[in-house]
């Protein structure tokens, strides 16, 4: 059962909730802890430590919403809030997004809707607990692991099984977000750095949805692998959603007029997977590396803002499937000839 205050000062809001929620409150799906303002929510949260989520309003009485949110994120980090409110503007959405709301939705409030957010929370943070849960119970196994199992994983035998390599057919992504570079000069770095992480959560979701892994995070730009069946389409279809999902993503703020985007290079073929770094300091990168894994990065290269770009070879591959446009030829570093290259438009 997920238990989620909502802090409002609208008297008739409790009512409506337990209305609209009613077979889920009977289900025992939801239980519901109602405050009338940041302090009494902030007060419920010590009667009711397991809260999972909050709703709540920005306009209250004693202490705002938006105050809420940074005495959350000071006291209770693992609650996810998310703002219901008539003061949709953006600069009261961007303040509500920097101190760590989850989402925004405006009243009056689509109830369809909300329940849909509630449930895209409820998810996220219990994905955050699973990650917590998975590096408490690394820690307790560590005290009782057999010491035998513990020496093999200091041995030479355990280093060089680390070390193995296999030769795999992939596909490889590069997305770069454009010009987020300019950011860091107008913007303060803990608001660019949240800037991007958001932005990058949106762009993981969309691979991890087709089956693609994230093999690392470049600046501002994500490495992702596809393998198995259909690979090149699975990763066609999540770089789509991404640059459609970036795309529709407002304006930073209202001094701030960036309006994000992405340039993708993507190149399928042979590629070795393994262990690459230093045995001898023991930090490896499970990697793809390759030529195939270097044309994806000079595709990417060659692409400009919204275009997601594929060489002719992958083309010829997917050419019923999705809607491609011929750019033209463009010389790429290492390459004897030039390479005819087309942009997947849908």
């Known amino acids: 059962m997920t238990k989620i205050l909502v802090a409002d000062d609208e008297a008739d809001l409790e009512a409506l909730i337990k209305q609209k929620f009613r077979q889920k409150i009977r289900e025992q799906h939801y239980e519901f802890v109602f405050a009338v303002n940041g302090q009494d929510a902030l007060d419920k949260i010590k009667q009711h430590p397991d809260v999972d989520i909050v709703l709540s309003d920005i306009n209250m009485p004693e202490m705002d919403g938006l105050t809420l949110l940074s005495r959350l994120n000071e006291s209770s980090p693992l609650i996810k809030s998310v703002i219901v409110s008539a003061y949709g503007d953006m600069d009261n959405i961007r303040t509500a997004m920097n101190r760590g709301a989850f989402d925004f939705i405006t009243k009056p409030v689509n109830f369809d809707d909300l329940e849909v957010t509630m449930e895209k929370t409820i998810r996220h943070v219990g994905q955050i607990r699973e990650t917590l849960k998975a590096v408490k119970e690394n820690n307790i196994l560590k005290m009782y692991v057999d010491e035998a199992v513990l020496n093999f994983m ?193």
């Open 154 to 346: 200091g041995s030479r035998e355990y280093e060089s099984s680390l070390m193995t390599n296999e030769t795999v057919e992939a596909t490889v992504a590069f997305i770069d977000i454009c010009g987020f570079t300019s950011i860091s000069e107008k913007e303060k770095p803990d608001v660019v750095v949240k800037i991007l992480n958001d932005y990058f959560d949106i762009i993981v979701k969309e691979i991890i949805a087709q089956g693609g892994y994230i093999d690392k995070f470049i600046g501002d730009a994500i490495m992702a692998v596809f393998r198995g069946e259909y690979h090149l389409d699975r990763t066609l279809d999540a770089c789509l959603a991404v640059r459609n999902k970036i795309a529709s993503l407002p304006e930073i703020s209202a001094t701030v007029t960036y309006v994000p985007q992405v340039a993708i290079g993507i190149n399928s073929g042979e590629m070795i997977s393994g262990n690459i770094g230093s045995e001898s300091l023991k930090r490896l990168d499970y990697t793809v590396i390759g030529d195939a894994v270097n044309t994806a990065q000079r595709l990417q290269s060659a692409a400009t803002p919204g275009q997601i770009i594929i060489s002719e070879q992958s083309f010829l591959k997917v050419k019923e499937s999705f809607n491609c446009i011929r750019v033209g030829e463009v010389s790429l570093k290492n390459k004897t000839n030039p390479v005819v290259i087309y942009d997947v438009r849908d």
